[in-house]
């Protein structure tokens, strides 16, 4: 097909196949694809969240990366939670009683308003407000619940797998407006097939349709969100609104076998992907049968040094040094390729929490958009009135004095990296995922899965993954018990996760351009799939 929108919600990607079909390009499709992802996935995404955008603009033949992403407010202080930062047996950290993972202090300043308004004003060609009237006529009009909704909700390892979390129900308890919209009248969250509108944050999309995306920040409405801030304790200001910019950024450009691979730089996941990929740039990957114990051995072990590198070396580059450069040496990767080849290996604790959706768009000029974005862990709050959830800052390290430790204004390490792959300047494929760290584990194996496989679109999403970032490797189900025996037996600590499909593995959104110039996507399975909608 000559475009195409796939994401996780089908009513996403339809909305935007759309407005592909009513002369509407690839970023006019982005912006009414992830409005409604926000209406129909409120929890996974939503207008006081944050995110990264990948674009190529086939007029220039360049990609460029839009950072919209979340910021620490400018009443963070570092010695915030002093004295109350806990550590769980699986090593991660956490404050007691989780303010900075649900409440008013974890709340951040939120980009994603700023982010789509970007897309719009820089390369849009259909009305702003047109754009927004699908997700505004499906949160007035009401829709039944989907299924990977409350697949979510009623899955017991997304909230409470460790005692670093809260659970589920702390978590939809934590403010009057989350429990209004998400547990029924037994307390109990909503099941699938329930109708769910959300009439306040029709009203909040329809004066961001009449008003524009700067209304958010610094018009009438941005007053009444400071308001609600500043009478809740919340670290982020009325300035801190205000002062929000999005920064536009040169993607991390590495490479793959024969291809360019265009990442999304630091704070996003670019330099790990690419860390990740030059280490299995060492081997004949395409020599091993895919699923192996060879196979695998290899791709753990890249992964465990390059997160072991990411937690100790990487933050925000506005505040610590960027050690991209050195992380992708040749010396650097041909140290960590040793290191594999002896068997020495390197961990960090494992985020658990799988939040954040994206969309990939390819349309009939050749330009390519992919976007992820977030409420990050969610803060369990939703704006009084307004009917949208803030989003949660949980993901610094609670250690002063490291690079990924919190300062006013910056951006914690984000596990999201839209990548634009490409052949001689010219884009081959376009992913992304939700997933939290995993999300740069799942492309990393797509890419792969094309490149040393030849697997089909569909077949690269779906083939069985494993990730590991801390000591444990995950596997689904699908990977034979033997496999996972003998993984054991080469030093690896194994988790067998009780699904076939994985929803911790990521979600991988994907568009390939086909050898007569064509467009496909494919939509990753796990948690219910999705859809590639065409025009």
């Given at each position: 097909?000559?475009?195409?929108?796939v994401?996780p919600q089908?009513?996403?990607?339809?909305?935007g196949?759309?407005?592909?079909?009513?002369?509407?390009?690839?970023?006019?499709?982005a912006v009414?694809?992830?409005?409604?992802?926000?209406?129909?996935?409120?929890?996974?995404?939503?207008?006081?969240g944050?995110?990264?955008?990948?674009?190529?603009?086939?007029?220039?033949?360049?990609?460029m990366?839009?950072?919209?992403l979340?910021?620490?407010?400018?009443?963070?202080?570092?010695?915030?939670?002093?004295?109350?930062v806990?550590?769980?047996?699986?090593?991660?950290?956490?404050?007691?009683?989780f303010?900075?993972?649900?409440g008013?202090?974890?709340?951040?300043q939120?980009?994603?308003?700023?982010g789509f308004?970007?897309l719009?004003?820089?390369?849009?060609?259909?009305?702003?407000?047109?754009?927004?009237?699908?997700?505004?006529a499906?949160?007035?009009d009401?829709y039944p619940?989907?299924?990977?909704i409350t697949?979510f909700?009623?899955?017991?390892h997304q909230?409470g797998?460790?005692p670093?979390?809260?659970?589920?129900?702390?978590?939809l308890?934590?403010?009057?407006?989350?429990?209004?919209?998400w547990l029924?009248?037994?307390?109990?969250?909503?099941?699938?097939?329930?109708?769910?509108v959300?009439?306040?944050?029709?009203?909040t999309?329809?004066?961001?349709?009449?008003?524009?995306?700067?209304?958010?920040?610094?018009?009438?409405?941005?007053r009444?969100?400071?308001?609600?801030?500043?009478?809740?304790?919340?670290l982020?200001?009325?300035?801190?609104?205000?002062?929000?910019?999005?920064?536009?950024?040169?993607?991390?450009?590495?490479?793959?076998?024969?291809?360019?691979?265009?990442?999304?730089?630091?704070?996003?996941g670019?330099t790990?992907?690419?860390?990740?990929?030059?280490?299995?740039?060492?081997?004949?990957?395409a020599?091993?049968?895919?699923?192996?114990?060879?196979?695998?051995?290899?791709?753990?072990?890249?992964?465990?040094?390059?997160?072991?590198?990411r937690?100790?070396?990487l933050?925000?580059?506005d505040?610590?040094?960027?050690?991209?450069?050195?992380?992708?040496?040749?010396?650097h990767?041909?140290?960590?390729?040793?290191?594999?080849m002896?068997?020495d290996?390197?961990?960090?604790?494992?985020?658990?929490v799988?939040?954040?959706?994206?969309l990939?768009v390819?349309?009939?000029?050749?330009?390519?958009?992919?976007?992820?974005?977030?409420?990050?862990?969610?803060?369990?709050?939703?704006?009084?009135?307004?009917?949208?959830?803030?989003?949660?800052?949980?993901?610094?390290?609670?250690?002063p004095?490291?690079?990924?430790?919190?300062?006013?204004?910056?951006?914690?390490?984000?596990g999201?990296?839209?990548?634009?792959?490409?052949?001689?300047?010219?884009?081959?494929?376009?992913l992304?995922?939700?997933?939290?760290?995993a999300?740069?584990?799942?492309?990393?194996?797509?890419?792969?899965n094309?490149v040393?496989?030849?697997?089909?679109?569909?077949?690269?999403?779906?083939?069985?993954r494993v990730?590991?970032?801390g000591?444990?490797?995950m596997?689904?189900?699908?990977?034979?018990?033997?496999?996972?025996?003998?993984?054991?037996?080469?030093?690896?600590?194994?988790?067998?996760?009780?699904f076939?499909?994985?929803?911790?593995?990521?979600?991988?959104q994907?568009?390939?351009?086909?050898d007569d110039?064509?467009?496909?996507?494919?939509?990753?399975?796990?948690?219910?799939?999705?859809?590639a909608?065409?025009?």
């Open positions: 097909m000559r475009a195409v929108v994401a089908p009513r996403a990607a339809e909305a196949a759309e407005v592909l079909r009513a002369g509407g390009n690839a970023f006019d499709a009414a694809a992830g409005f409604m992802q926000m209406a129909t996935d409120p929890l996974m995404c939503g207008i006081g944050m995110g990264v955008a990948h674009v190529y603009r086939a007029a220039t033949g360049e990609t990366v839009l950072d919209f979340h910021r620490a407010g400018s009443r963070y202080v570092p010695d915030l939670w002093e004295g109350r806990r550590e769980a047996a699986n090593g991660k950290r956490y404050v007691e009683g303010p900075e993972q649900m008013y202090q974890t709340i951040m939120p980009g994603t308003v700023a308004g970007a719009h004003e820089r390369w849009g060609s259909r009305p702003w407000a047109e754009l927004l009237q699908p997700a505004i499906t949160l007035r009401g619940i989907d299924e990977y697949d909700l009623d899955e017991r909230y797998s460790s670093a979390n809260p659970s589920l129900l702390d978590f308890r934590a403010s009057e407006g989350m429990a209004q919209l029924d009248s037994d307390g109990q969250p909503v099941r699938v097939g329930d109708t769910w959300n009439p306040d944050y029709a009203r999309l329809e004066r961001l349709a009449a008003d524009g995306a700067d209304s958010f920040y610094r018009g009438a409405l941005a009444e969100i400071a308001a609600d801030l500043t009478a809740n304790d919340a982020v200001t009325a300035d801190d609104l205000a002062s929000y910019r999005v920064r536009e950024r040169r993607s991390l450009v590495g490479s793959y076998r024969d291809l360019a691979v265009a990442c999304a730089p630091l704070p996003s670019g790990t992907v690419l860390e990740i990929l030059a280490l299995l740039e060492c081997f004949d990957i020599a091993l049968e895919h699923g192996s114990v060879d196979h695998l051995h290899v791709l753990i072990s890249a992964m465990q040094l390059a997160f072991g590198d937690s100790n070396a933050g925000d580059p505040f610590v040094p960027d050690a991209t450069a050195e992380l992708l040496s040749a010396q990767i041909a140290a960590l390729h040793e290191r594999i002896r068997g290996l390197a961990s960090a604790p494992t985020d658990d799988p939040g954040t959706t994206h990939t390819a349309d009939s000029e050749g330009n390519v958009v992919a976007v992820t974005h977030t409420l990050g862990h969610g803060s369990g709050v939703i704006a009084p009135g307004l009917g949208f959830q803030y989003n949660g800052g949980g993901g610094f390290d609670l250690r004095g490291r690079p990924n430790s919190a300062a006013p204004g910056k951006v914690r390490l984000s999201m990296c839209p990548t634009i792959v490409l052949r001689d300047g010219t884009p081959v494929m376009a992304g995922s939700p997933g939290s760290n999300i740069i584990n799942a492309i990393v194996q797509v890419i792969s094309r040393d496989f030849g697997m089909s679109p569909l077949e690269a999403v779906s083939a069985p990730h590991a970032e000591s444990a490797a596997l689904e189900t699908r990977t034979p018990l033997a496999t996972a025996a003998a993984l054991s037996e080469r030093g690896h600590e194994v988790i067998y996760r009780p076939a499909y994985d929803t911790l593995q990521g979600r991988i994907l568009v390939v351009r086909t110039d064509q467009w496909q996507g494919a939509s990753d399975p796990r948690r219910q799939g999705g859809v909608a065409y025009a």
